[in-house]
């Protein structure tokens, strides 16, 4: 295959992932199913583009790069949305009934 198509393929998988989060995060109430929404986007859309684009550079520093921007996307997605919604939590907590 070529590295152009599978940096296509790569390329509308992520963003798909990234329209559903988006169109999930529009429809759904309430905070919780809110961030269970976007949980995608941080750990499957902005890796998936990330991907695509290392690929479609090539082998070189620019790709490694992309790739590390990827990882961190999808780790530091992953620790966002745990630490909103420990936030979340706490603070409806505390909120006075």
Do not use: F, N, Q
Not at 59 to 85: C, D, E, H, I, N
């Amino acid at each position: 295959m070529d590295r152009h198509v599978l940096a296509l393929v790569l390329l509308w998988a992520g963003t798909a992932a990234l329209l559903l989060a988006a169109l999930a995060l529009v429809v759904l109430p309430g905070p919780y199913l809110r961030l269970h929404a976007l949980s995608p986007a941080a750990g499957l859309g902005a890796p998936l583009v990330a991907l695509a684009l290392a690929v479609d550079t090539g082998p070189g520093r620019a790709a490694v790069k992309l790739l590390v921007v990827g990882l961190l996307s999808a780790v530091g997605g992953t620790v966002t949305t745990m630490a909103v919604a420990r936030a979340t939590l706490r603070t409806e907590s505390e909120a006075p009934r």
